[in-house]
């Protein structure tokens, strides 16, 4: 008989797919990680699974157990996943910004969720941050993974992600791209790729316009899940090669170029992922191999990014002369 123990088991290796029509203008190979294979549907459940054993290990989580965490949703997913096969509660702290398909699907899970404010900053005593500090001091038992501080974040990275793409290109990458959170993936990856590869290797983030990591801000920007307006200890600020800044206008038409035609129903911060990979691939010529990271799946995005009224509501269908809108409305 072939069948896994437990779902946790299918976290990881997910598979490499080539990119093609929306790779005009690339003469090498473009390549997605795509990440929706994961068991709970993204790149997350790889962080969550590490987190949760590394305080299993530590002491610091104990049977019966509360897990509290600040997520935008699929960080809440993995831990939802890896808690309910482990037997643990899940406590998580959302920005109302978070669409509420994401906010319904880990309730669904059976976790609570606490909504906040996403416009005030993260010192304020409102801001999902500081929720979620309060909420461990006031339940027995809690425990706070905080991917953003939490090396097992950037070091499942290392461990597993990072050595998966090294095998699954035969040890032919060349350019890594993938959008920038916490920073655990493009830490992770990119530390491991450039020692696989005598720092041969080019790490390039992607980021949304506004964020600290392209020099802005810190706000205001619709891409859900990358940028921020702080420096998490989990981002190496010296991994990266190049960082390319992507406005929300041509992050949501490449996530919508993705799914009418390479049919990766994918999220907003793919698509900015995706926009910053292209550039990339065609500017490095015939012997690229440019591998870019999808972190999840569009389906938490259904009345947001897929949506033409929502889209129109932030402008981005009404300047119908731009050529990236004119790609999203075809
Ligand atoms: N995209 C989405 C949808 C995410 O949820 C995250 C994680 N916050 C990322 C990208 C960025 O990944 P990382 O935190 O590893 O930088």
């Not at 997910?14 to 005009?24: F, G, H, I």
């Not at 929720?131 to 001091?137: E, G, P, Q, T």
């Amino acid at each position: 008989m072939r069948y896994y123990e437990s779902l946790l088991d299918l976290v990881g290796n997910t598979p490499l797919v080539r990119l093609s029509r929306v790779a005009e203008g690339v003469e090498g190979l473009l390549l997605a990680k795509v990440e929706y294979f994961n068991p709970g549907g993204s790149v997350k459940d790889r962080i969550a699974l590490r987190m949760v054993e590394g305080a299993e290990q530590d002491g610091l989580l104990h049977e019966g157990g509360t897990i509290v965490e600040p997520t935008s949703g699929n960080t809440g997913v993995g831990l939802a996943i890896v808690a309910q096969a482990k037997g643990y509660k899940c406590v998580f702290v959302c920005p109302d910004k978070v669409s509420e398909d994401k906010r319904n699907v880990l309730k669904a899970y059976g976790a609570e969720v606490v909504v906040c404010p996403t416009a005030v900053p993260p010192e304020h005593p409102d801001s999902y941050y500081s929720v979620s500090d309060r909420l461990v001091k006031e339940i027995d038992g809690a425990w706070k993974p905080d991917q953003y501080s939490n090396p097992h974040n950037p070091r499942s990275h290392y461990e597993d992600t990072g050595p998966e793409l090294w095998e699954q290109t035969e040890g032919r990458i060349t350019h890594f791209v993938a959008g920038i959170g916490t920073g655990g993936t493009i830490s992770g990856v990119g530390r491991y790729l450039k020692e696989a590869s005598n720092g041969k290797v080019q790490i390039v983030g992607a980021d949304p316009e506004g964020s600290v990591y392209s020099g802005g801000t810190g706000r205001p920007y619709l891409v859900e899940g990358v940028g921020e307006d702080f420096w998490p200890t989990t981002y190496d600020q010296k991994i990266c090669d190049r960082i390319i800044a992507v406005s929300d206008q041509q992050s949501f038409a490449m996530t919508r170029r993705l799914a009418r035609e390479e049919a990766l129903l994918v999220g907003g911060s793919a698509g900015m992922a995706a926009v910053a990979a292209a550039q990339v691939a065609r500017e490095a010529g015939p012997d690229a191999v440019v591998v870019v990271l999808l972190p999840d799946g569009g389906r938490g995005y259904l009345s947001k990014v897929f949506d033409d009224g929502w889209l129109t509501q932030y402008g981005f269908l009404s300047s119908a002369s731009d050529d990236t809108v004119g790609d999203v409305l075809r």
